[in-house]
């Protein structure tokens, strides 16, 4: 069964203080992965694509990284208003994404 | 660019009626997938449009329908309401050749009393 799973489901950090971040999934026909940033009530906010193991994408304080089974979102000396849940999602064939169910991330001044 | 946009933001219906939620796609992409999110989880795939066919489906029942008109907008068709609908409903656009990225509009929150 196709499957995306993001770990963990809850994060609370201090301001500065750096982690990450795990997507794990098994999808059959996968193209690649997309992360997401998605603030209560809104539609997700598209961040990075990922195509192949080894590829890095960096933007501001995150770092988004990709391995043959999982990827990682880094957050670098975070600040309150990156606290969101944040999404992955595999590209499934050409038509489809598979989300994980997110990480709700919260940093506290 | 206005970017994807979804109308309306927000619908409260009755069990057993019917509803129609719209989408504009981003400028210069020709695909609209709609997803379900219900609250705390990610979304899940309903259907692709593309050229005006449903090009995939996920698993949902055949309440859920859709269309898709000629200047790439579409709608989601959701018959016999039942309280378990009552989601966020969001629409993502993308280029038809496939994924290089996909953009989300705000969503419409549907609640089913």
């Known amino acids: 069964e196709d499957q995306v799973t993001q770990s963990p489901e809850a994060l609370r950090l201090q301001e500065g203080e750096s982690s990450s971040l795990n997507c794990s999934y098994t999808?059959?026909?996968?193209?690649?992965l997309f992360w997401y940033r998605q603030d209560p009530g809104k539609g997700p906010e598209f961040l990075f694509t990922?195509?192949?193991a080894g590829e890095e994408k960096e933007k501001e304080r995150l770092k988004a990284t990709l391995t043959k089974k999982e990827s990682f979102l880094h957050i670098t000396a975070p600040k309150p208003e990156d606290s969101a849940t944040y999404l992955c999602?595999?590209?499934?064939?050409?038509?489809?994404?598979?989300f994980g169910q997110g990480t709700r991330l919260t940093i506290n001044p | 660019d206005a970017g994807v946009t979804q109308s309306p933001t927000h619908l409260i219906k009755t069990r057993g009626q019917q509803v129609t939620l719209r989408c504009s796609p981003k400028?210069?992409?020709?695909?609209v997938s709609w997803y379900q999110q219900a609250l705390g989880q990610g979304p899940q795939f309903i259907f692709q449009?593309?050229?005006?066919?449903?090009?995939q489906r996920g698993n949902f029942p055949d309440r859920f329908s859709g269309h898709q008109f000629p200047n790439y907008s579409s709608e989601l068709n959701v018959n016999a309401l039942l309280l378990g609908d009552s989601a966020l409903y969001l629409c993502?656009?993308?280029?038809?050749?496939?994924?290089?990225?996909?953009?989300f509009g705000q969503g419409t929150r549907l609640t089913v009393v």
């Open positions: 993502a656009s993308s280029g038809g050749t496939g994924y290089t990225e996909a953009f």
């Open positions: 999808v059959s026909g996968l193209r690649g």
């Open positions: 449009y593309y050229e005006e066919e449903e090009r």
């Open positions: 990922l195509y192949s």
């Open positions: 999602a595999a590209i499934q064939g050409a038509q489809k994404l598979v």
């Open positions: 400028s210069g992409h020709d695909t």
